[in-house]
């Protein structure tokens, strides 16, 4: 089946006649059972109530993964995940090009229990090779990154992981299995924040994480005792939410497309970063790695952070706001948001000047999102 019919239909028994085609929301906690045996045990914080088991084989066969398990954020899922694969005394080495909580994860959590944890310019092939020690249980990247949609080639890594034992992970939220699926490519295990595409509509909190059955029984079993569980009716939007993921993904790559090129051809814009202008740095991986090139794009005003600052108060259509990947469309500085706690001149040294403006592409008419962006510039 196609992704659009898998994204609707996929992991669900035929309704019936009398059946509700949208399917219900169960929001209980606890279920009726039979006594005298502990079989169909169902507890919302186990991940097994009727609403977050139709989601998570959905989501399973749209990463073409063995299984995937729901939590309440991406960092939830991200924090359970490293939790079932790392103890005291392994090794973890990280892209250094990741999500601020994320970063925060490794450095100060996982850290702090006896995990060393050591992050590579993910550009540099030899930086992670030279980078792996005896006790290395996980690399760790994030593709397309946030916010300069920097795309990493994932054929080096893979075998490098696989010649050690080792778990590749990636964080793949920018692009959504609509434009990339990490699994095809020998990933082991792919996070996703639901918060973002796979929901879509700025109205949940949600994390995946997608690998084998073995691992996510894992995974299961530290959200359990952590407590990262969803909410039934947050795991009944997130499949409502699906149903249009492919429909919304391509509308998003569409209007990001005709959007970045309209920038690249604008005097007062310095730079449009966009992994489908041929300008961008990894077009060529990106045209190889990626079904579509995504709905996040930056620019950089040759005005710099004074001109930014005015532009995206003039904007109508746009809202200034943190997150992305929903319907839409938002702009947010770096500099006041994800990369906050970053100096001026690190930030430059991973191409994120002051006035770098990060732009999540929503499903609007592109003509309306270019007219607001036309009229912004002109004030
Ligand atoms: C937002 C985000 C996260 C964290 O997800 P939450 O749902 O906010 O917990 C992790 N990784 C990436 C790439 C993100 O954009």
Request: charged residues 20%.
């Amino acid at each position: 089946m196609g992704i659009s019919t898998t994204a609707i239909h996929g992991g669900e028994t035929r309704p019936t006649p009398g059946m509700g085609v949208s399917a219900p929301l169960v929001q209980s906690v606890n279920y009726a059972q039979e006594a005298g045996t502990s079989e169909g045990l169902l507890y919302t914080r186990y991940g097994n109530t009727p609403n977050a088991d139709r989601v998570q084989k959905r989501l399973a066969l749209l990463e073409g993964a063995e299984a995937a398990l729901v939590l309440s954020s991406g960092m939830g899922a991200t924090a359970c995940a490293m939790l079932a694969l790392l103890r005291p005394g392994d090794h973890l080495i990280s892209s250094s090009w990741i999500y601020g909580g994320t970063r925060k994860l490794f450095m100060e959590d996982l850290t702090g229990m006896g995990i060393e944890v050591s992050f590579v310019n993910p550009l540099e092939p030899r930086a992670w090779r030279k980078g792996l020690k005896k006790n290395t249980r996980v690399i760790f990247l994030e593709s397309p990154v946030n916010p300069t949609c920097r795309v990493l080639e994932l054929s080096s890594l893979q075998s490098l992981a696989h010649a050690q034992g080792i778990a590749l992970v990636v964080d793949s939220t920018f692009a959504s299995p609509v434009n990339f699926r990490p699994m095809e490519h020998g990933v082991d295990v792919v996070i996703h924040s639901a918060t973002k595409y796979l929901n879509g509509h700025h109205d949940i909190l949600a994390g995946v994480v997608c690998g084998n059955e073995p691992f996510i029984d894992e995974v299961r079993r530290k959200m359990t005792v952590w407590g990262q569980a969803p909410d039934p009716f947050a795991c009944w939007l997130l499949e409502r939410g699906l149903k249009t993921l492919d429909v919304r993904v391509k509308r998003q790559n569409e209007n990001a497309m005709r959007v970045a090129q309209w920038c690249s051809t604008r005097p007062e814009i310095a730079k449009a970063h966009y992994p489908g202008l041929p300008t961008h740095p990894d077009h060529a991986i990106a045209k190889t790695l990626l079904d579509g090139f995504g709905g996040m794009m930056a620019i950089e005003l040759k005005g710099g952070g004074p001109a930014t600052l005015k532009f995206v108060k003039k904007l109508q259509v746009f809202t200034y706001a943190a997150s992305l990947g929903g319907v839409d469309s938002l702009v947010i500085e770096p500099r006041y948001s994800s990369h906050e706690h970053m100096t001026p001149e690190e930030r430059q040294r991973i191409g994120i000047p002051d006035g770098f403006l990060r732009m999540s592409i929503g499903i609007e008419n592109a003509e309306d999102l270019i007219a607001d962006i036309e009229q912004a510039l002109q004030q």
